[in-house]
């Protein structure tokens, strides 16, 4: 279990790097998936996101690709600049959900030097 | 761009008193809920609200909290009498629709710091 306190893992990249943030999600059953940008002090912010009827999205500068084989997500962001410096989690929504009730990773610290 | 306002940006309580957090949702929204994130941890759902009642409670919802539209554009977490535990920040969130594609994504609000003393 999850100690209180926990580190988050954290990526450091350099400016104009590509970055890929990886995520485990833990329901099988989960049709949907965002990942969020949490800066410092702010609320968490929609990236980009994925259904589970495909395996690869593109927005700008923004990937995502989805593996539902062995439940792992993750999120390339490409040449990364230093306002990408934030916390990124991916949520997930089970199939048959209510709207709204999003399962929260734990979380990746991305470090952007310049 | 729309935003979800939340107010206060910080409150300091003592243990045991009522705490009431607000929020704006955006303007066209029909769909609100209340996410809270204990320092260092997963922001975790609390609650969904739509058409002026609650469509889901997480197992953290228990009796000591309530949810409430008491006009046409605020939208409140109360916390009848709070316990140390409490101490987290609140997210106030809304979307447009069901969360099924990017246009019916949540929007968050920046947060309400509790610290329960």
């Known amino acids: 279990g999850e100690s209180v306190g926990l580190h988050l893992p954290t990526l450091s990249v350099q400016e104009g790097d590509n970055s890929i943030i990886n995520c485990a999600y833990s329901n099988s059953a989960s049709d949907y998936f965002i990942w969020y940008k949490q800066e410092s002090g702010k609320g968490p912010q929609f990236i980009i996101d994925?259904?589970?009827?495909?395996d690869k999205r593109q927005g700008q500068r923004v990937t995502v690709l989805l593996n539902k084989t062995v439940k792992h997500l993750s999120l390339q962001i490409a040449a990364t600049q230093p306002g990408d410096s934030a916390v990124y989690f991916c949520?997930?929504?089970?199939?048959?959900?209510?709207?709204?009730?999003?399962?929260f990773g734990k979380g990746t610290k991305l470090s952007v030097k310049p | 761009e729309p935003e979800v306002t939340q107010t206060p940006s910080h409150q300091v309580t003592q243990m045991g008193q009522e705490v009431i957090l607000r929020c704006v949702p955006i303007?066209?929204?029909?769909?609100f809920y209340w996410y809270r994130q204990i320092l260092g941890q997963k922001v975790e759902f609390l609650v969904s609200?739509?058409?002026?009642?609650?469509?889901?409670k997480s197992e953290i919802f228990d009796d000591q909290f309530s949810v409430e539209r008491p006009d046409g554009s605020n939208f409140t977490l109360k916390i009848r009498s709070t316990k140390l535990e409490d101490s987290a920040m609140y997210f106030c969130?809304?979307?447009?629709?069901?969360?099924?594609?990017?246009?019916?994504?949540?929007?968050f609000g920046a947060g309400s710091r509790l610290t329960v003393l």
């Open positions: 969130a809304s979307s447009a629709g069901q969360v099924l594609s990017g246009a019916n994504v949540l929007t």
């Open positions: 303007s066209n929204h029909l769909y």
């Open positions: 949520a997930e929504r089970e199939y048959g959900g209510s709207q709204g009730n999003l399962i």
């Open positions: 609200f739509y058409n002026n009642e609650i469509s889901e």
């Open positions: 994925i259904r589970s009827n495909m």
